[in-house]
């Protein structure tokens, strides 16, 4: 069994006592310590924000061409804290418990409370930065509803509160880069954790501009580098998000918890072709005033404005009345493909209607406007479609990953000095994340957790020698790294790096999508090694490794995606129950709902890397409730 | 499935910084309209590729318009034809069988180019770095309602706020100024009480890097706006320069 660390005593008093018994580095000292800090979304460029306020020496980097592109930024509604200003019930503990409860009770209870408690800080940062949050009239701040909760407890700029929240944490990192507190480093790719004596000690990355490999040393590592979604190639991630850095750093022996935990959201745009590099979705939010439907009757081929209220099927509204439109991901993605399987999907079979009739003839067109322009907007551009005068069609697709690499309490994963924040550990959603929740950790953990607990870890540690960077693992993970180019730019084969990814992309979404079961998990079993072996027999990869090599770059993502996309199967198949985004087919209650099986599997899956190709070794952390009460989710 | 078109692209290419760059000229055939820009290039690519030569090089990220790593100019417009969009989000339905369309990365000399249509556009981290934030740190903040802020200031701080860094403003202008780009960011905090505090040294010293990196003068061109995705108002170059104004007065 993993030890998560998690403090003795009452759940709300937990943070506060181990705050104070946190080690501290005094300020002199902070000097000294360096820390790496992989990734600029809200996590990464909070972390590296705060660690530089604080004193360390502090490093940043990203792949994109400035810290400011992060994914963090497409993110669209909202960012939930438990303010309770609409005086409606809200409370950290019920944003606690809402929060175990979306996440299907597969998250530890501990992290989440603390995120509930700092929650509220995260908004008077935010304003105090200078973000632009949807205000009242008499200039308070304004909330709506997301789903899973029945309060208004979601703060929002717009349809682009992800931007605005990102853009406030990349002003605070380079306001620390103009005091010299951080190094920022743009268009460089981390390819390898480097472990000595078994702890992090550094990184080698890639200079994507030149193609040169460097290292780098830190006495800390902090992974800020985001989900795994595109290993299922579409996707409403942006086309640069991968596995790699967290990948490599689990075949330097970080634990891999609970990958089979993946988020299909329900309202996105629908695949229309094959050439599709990527899925667009349209914000949760929409879900505030857009209501779910298909025609009642398969086969009914009328235009949406031409079908009546009573040939209609307002499916949500129908199952699960007290949340109505407002279920959680987990839930709608899943009604939404039971419609569409029973042959009621409209478009082509493959989506439902989101429609603003109703809410337009309410509020008026300008009011809808206001909420959400810029997805109506963005809506149109893509699809051709008017949205205010013809529902959106909307169908689920790939979007969050909740599990990532194994962390305890204070964010260190199993190997001393790695810490791993935001999207890329796996801490805090259980097996579903609920709306506006991904902004929330993010910030949580870059602001106000990690700052505390990587003080306790370097406190007790001696700072590094910078010549460490010429110790031997440096070298070889150099070496290693640069073979492996040199390998993908030697095979010169027939496909494409593209074609491969397209290929696994498939066979996940197929097998390991929406709903799995044993016989298709095993077949994906069978199929990935051998994708595996074609990739590295047959891929074609143009160029060199000493120049800007954008093909190159995918080429050593796609390679992590196809080892990685088969512990995410393995995982699946050993989680003999369904829960939040994970639905087994085997494991249904009688009204198609997930069901749990938590005599066998209330626990976390972390599984460690043995060596390419073998099969990982499982270790499991317990889930202990003592507040909530572990029972079977109920929207109805 | 929109229909599908031909179309005769002639590209710039061009290795690195220092090498001279020239176009070349591809056929894209059978481009399905309901494609986006960046996946008919996709689609070129794959066929480049195929035939053993070095694709396109071009940045993009998020492709849904908002992470503003996307843009070349088109037929001579930022971010092609469609107003308020970016390179990302333009489809090809917006171009018709036939036609030849001239891919260019952003002209300036403050953005050299990376390779093909990807540019360098750290030098507007570094206008960022000079003074785009307020210099709160993580734990200082006050109660996020203490101070109200009068909605219409608010709606006019996101406006600005919108600004996804693509650079279109400075390649559109003949002049290759980036005043719309600093202009947004110092409207969006200038605007709030938050930044009132820092908002004269916050002007002069975004002005100050803007100058020092080599961007051109505004001269009222407004093609900037014309070429912004988010379709950023030049009426915050105006409150840029009152405030610069004001900020002078105030030394």
Known sequence: MLDPKVPSGPLKDKWTAHKFNCKLVNPANKRKYKVLVVGTGLAGASAAASLAELGYQVESFCFQDTPRRAHSIAAQGGINAAKNYPNDGDSIKRLFYDTIKGGDFRSREANVYRLAEVSNAIIDQCVAQGVPFAREYAGYLD????????????????????QQLLLGAYQALLKEAAKKNVTVHPRTEMLDLVVIDGAAKGIVVRNLTTGRIESHYGDAV???????????????NAKGCNVTAIWRAHKKGAFFANPCYTQIHPTCIPVHGDYQSKLTLMSEGLRNDGRVWVPKNSGDKRPPQEIPENDRDYFLERKYPSFGNLVPRDIASRAAKEQCDAGRGVGGGHAVYLDFAQAIERVGEQAIKERYGNLFDMYQKITDHDPYRTPMMIYPAVHYAMGGLWVDYNLMSNVPGLFVIGEANFSDHGANRLGASALMQGLADGYFILPYTIGDYLAKIKPADKNIVTHAEFKRSEQESGSQIEKLLSIRGKRTVDDFHRELGHLLWDKCGMARN?????????????????????????????????????????ADFLEFGELLVADALHREESCGGHFREEYQTPEGEALRRDDAFAYVAAWQFTGAGKPETLHKEELKYEEAHLAQRNYK | MGKTINLTLKVWRQKDAQSPGKFEVYQAKGIDTDMSFLEMLDVVNENLTKEGKDPIAFDHDCREGICGACGAVVNGQAHGPQRGTTLCQLHMRNFHDGQTLVIEPWRSAVFPVVKDLAVDRCSFDRVIQAGGFISVKTGQAPEANAIPVPKEKAELAMDAAQC??????VAACPNGSAMLFVAAKVAHLNLLPQGEVEKDRRVLDMVGQMDKEGFGNCSNEYECEAACPKTISVANIARMNKYHRNAFDHR
């Open chain 2, 164 to 169: 996804i860094g693509c650079g279109a403003c």
């Open chain 1, 222 to 236: 902090v992974l800020a580098t985001g989900g795994y979604g595109n290993v299922f190639y579409l996707s409403t």
């Open chain 1, 143 to 162: 909330n709506r509803s997301f789903g899973g909760a029945q309060v208004s407890r979601t703060f929002y700029a717009r349809g682009q509160t992800g």
């Open chain 1, 518 to 558: 044993a016989a298709g998990l095993k077949e994906a079993l069978q199929k990935i090694p051998k994708i595996r072996e074609e990739f590295w027999r047959n891929v074609t990869v143009l160029g060199s490794g000493e120049e800007f090599n954008q093909a190159l770059e995918r080429a050593g993502r796609v």
